[in-house]
């Protein structure tokens, strides 16, 4: 198959530093692979020469494509691992990257479970969490605005590393920063820290749905991942949130987010008016998270979210998974609660508390198969999709 120029540059590095699941020797690179402009969603099996995949080793270059494509266009490059040192002490674990003669370093807090037999399964929560957490997980908070501001640009940990001109988006920086605490975690071991780092998740709400979403698309390591309420730049597709804003609904596209918060590279300024050029959408950033667990929570009430183009994204990223084989590890529950955004209802709580039974509590007979939604909305999936699940092998 056949890959953009910019995986030809750097696809053994994201491969050996980028957490992320082997790539097969086989995947062969074409520097020079380009796919068509598209108005729906891009086929996630097609490749460049046109052919779709057949196979799973096809789906894992596809993936390390697909990586690469949206760092490239979007979110600008996930450094590779630094040197990475680490302290725990009095429930805060210290986190000391150093690359080129700098170091930079942040800290997290830990929550135990009152009680259970450690070590805990646990869930790393972007400056806290707003869903509900069962018992027998632990919290680790995550301070990704120390890691990387969104508001100037630059600015933050991430940047006192590796220079404040750095191409990389405060997103991308965040995927980086928990990274950095999954290798702390997994560095000072379960004695230290009473955590198990088979069995982590991530969390966030609203800019920071998104950079759990993206978090999760870029550390394997990630067992469960839990977007809550991200909107368009998290589980929302570009093309369809456009659409529905030219039809007069009032909702965040590419071309506002881009003139805002810095949470995408400067480069994706010259995509966002036309974001048919992109040889991807955001159901194959969620795809990059199967075979693991992913349940997309949305607010339906909130036109600003895109609940269309969240629902329909996810729908579309759910047939990679089915043709996967594991259709029931993308969950999708949309509900309205009004503008009482990052407010989870409890009509969401059974799917939460599924997916966490199922992938970090090993309760592997809980039924996720869960695609709900009180959207006010009609979604045709024709006019969106013009490909089918394949079945890999």
Not at 175 to 191: C, H, I, K, T
Not at 276 to 290: E, F, G, I, K, R
Request: aromatic residues 8%; glycine residues 8%; neutral net charge.
């Amino acid at each position: 198959m056949k890959f953009l120029s910019f995986i030809a540059l750097a696809v053994a590095s994201f491969v050996a530093a980028q957490e992320v699941s082997p790539t097969p020797t086989t995947c062969a690179v074409d520097a020079h692979a380009t796919y068509p402009k598209s108005a729906k969603l891009p086929d996630p099996f097609l490749l460049a020469d046109g052919k779709r995949l057949a196979t799973k080793d096809e789906w894992a270059c596809k993936r390390a494509e697909i990586r690469a494509q949206i760092q490239q266009y979007e979110l600008g490059p996930k450094p590779p691992k630094p040197t990475v040192s680490a302290t725990a002490s009095s429930g805060r674990i210290t986190i000391v990257s150093s690359e080129g003669g700098k170091s930079a370093s942040f800290s997290v807090s830990i929550k135990l479970p009152s009680s259970g037999t450690a070590p805990f399964p646990a869930v790393i929560a972007f400056e806290g969490t707003s869903i509900p957490i069962p018992a027998g997980v632990a919290t680790v908070t995550f301070p990704n605005h120390d890691v990387a501001a969104d508001d100037p640009r630059g600015k933050g940990k991430f940047y006192d590393l590796y220079g404040s001109t750095h191409s990389a988006g405060a997103l991308i920086a965040w995927a980086w920063g928990v990274s950095r605490v999954v290798d702390a975690l997994e560095q000072l071991g379960p004695d230290a820290t009473k955590i198990d780092t088979k069995k982590l998740a991530v969390t966030g709400c609203s800019r920071n749905g998104k950079g759990a979403l993206i978090a999760g698309a870029f550390d394997d390591r990630i067992a469960l991942v839990i977007p809550q309420e991200g909107g368009s730049g998290g589980p929302g597709c570009w093309r369809i949130v456009a659409d529905i804003k030219k039809n007069g609904t009032k909702t965040e596209d590419a071309t506002q987010i881009v003139s805002g918060d810095s949470w995408f590279a400067t480069s994706f300024t010259q995509y966002a008016p036309d974001t048919t050029v992109l040889p991807y959408d955001h159901h194959m950033l969620m795809a990059l998270v199967a075979p693991r667990g992913l349940l997309v929570i949305e607010n339906s009430g909130i036109d600003y979210l895109g609940p269309i183009s969240t629902y329909g994204c996810s729908v579309a990223a759910r047939m990679v998974y089915e043709s996967l084989g594991v259709k029931e590890a993308l969950g999708i529950s949309q509900a309205s609660h009004g503008n009482s955004h990052c407010q989870m209802p409890s009509s969401q709580n059974a799917e939460v508390a599924a997916f966490f039974n199922k992938f970090l509590l090993g309760q592997s007979n809980v039924a996720t198969d869960v695609v709900k939604t009180d959207g006010k909305f009609n979604w045709f999936a024709g006019q969106w999709i013009d490909w089918t699940t394949q079945n890999l092998s």
